[in-house]
């Protein structure tokens, strides 16, 4: 089977920066465990697959370990791909995912923009591990992330973690955010749990830090930074209860990949 795949940098104008994600349309399902493998394969945060359905499509999202409930830039990745090389005619996207409902994508002005779930954090007592950190606060959002306020941007950008210990924590993501010098706030995600231990940049958890931020800078437009080697831009906003996450797309690469003759798609 020979499948078209498209490699996009996401959330930044330049080639090399933003998070690189891969993308995969289909024109019907495989089975999980294939796409697994091509997520493995391609050896990125995430690689995600569409089918189109009518007017709709259908998407999921896979790191090189597992699939996961959400993906903020691979779904900007997926948008570059239906907008800039399928020519989609439609002003707005709707993807509809397994678990977090339909999510959708609209252009303006060249720029890409999320229209996501909002989650409320929830402080929790300080993790005794992380006491080196220094952090002011921690909280959990989206069941199993776990967020650590530290003292400002400076802190965030300068923190080398122990990736072992972070692992060892009860949370499948840690993220680590301040309120901004250079933006309104910042950020950094560290998951190695699922494969991923820094994450250039998170879509999916500004869904839980653009309420957060919003509240303390009494602000629902903000401009963000995730603070990784690759660096990435977020324009954001609350907006009736959900978040607007705007970010550029640039094209690194697209091609083909083979998976073999005898696998075959379930609808």
């Not at 996009?8 to 920066?17: G, L, M, N, Q, Y």
């Not at 402080?123 to 591990?129: G, T």
């Not at 903000?222 to 324009?235: C, D, N, T, V, Y």
Request: hydrophobic share 40%.
């Amino acid at each position: 089977m020979k499948l078209s795949i498209y490699q996009v940098d996401a959330f930044t104008r330049e080639p090399f920066h933003g998070n690189p994600a891969a993308v995969v349309p289909l024109d019907a399902w495989p089975p999980d465990e294939v796409m697994q493998s091509i997520a493995a394969e391609n050896n990125l945060a995430e690689t995600a697959f569409f089918v189109q359905r009518g007017d709709e499509f259908e998407i999921v999202w896979f790191t090189p370990t597992c699939e996961i409930e959400l993906c903020g830039h691979a779904t900007l990745a997926s948008s570059y791909v239906i907008f800039e090389e399928l020519r989609y005619a439609g002003d707005t996207i709707t993807f509809k995912t397994r678990t977090r409902g339909d999510l959708s994508v609209s252009k303006h002005d060249g720029r890409y923009v999320l229209d996501f779930p909002a989650y409320p954090m929830t402080r929790i007592e300080p993790i005794a591990e992380l006491a080196d950190w220094k952090a002011l606060e921690f909280h959990t959002s989206q069941s199993n992330m776990l967020f650590v306020v530290l003292g400002g941007e400076s802190a965030v950008r300068e923190l080398s973690p122990d990736m072992r210990m972070i692992e060892s924590l009860p949370y499948r993501e840690v993220i680590v955010t301040a309120k901004g010098d250079t933006c309104d706030f910042a950020s950094r995600m560290f998951a190695p749990k699922i494969g991923i231990p820094e994450d250039p940049v998170t879509g999916a958890i500004h869904c839980s830090l653009i309420p957060f931020w919003a509240e303390r800078l009494g602000k629902t437009e903000m401009f963000a930074r995730q603070l990784s080697a690759r660096g990435g831009e977020l324009f954001c906003e609350l907006a009736d209860g959900r978040v607007k996450i705007g970010g550029d797309a640039v094209l690194y690469l697209k091609g083909e990949i083979y998976v073999g003759a005898e696998i075959g798609a379930s609808a």
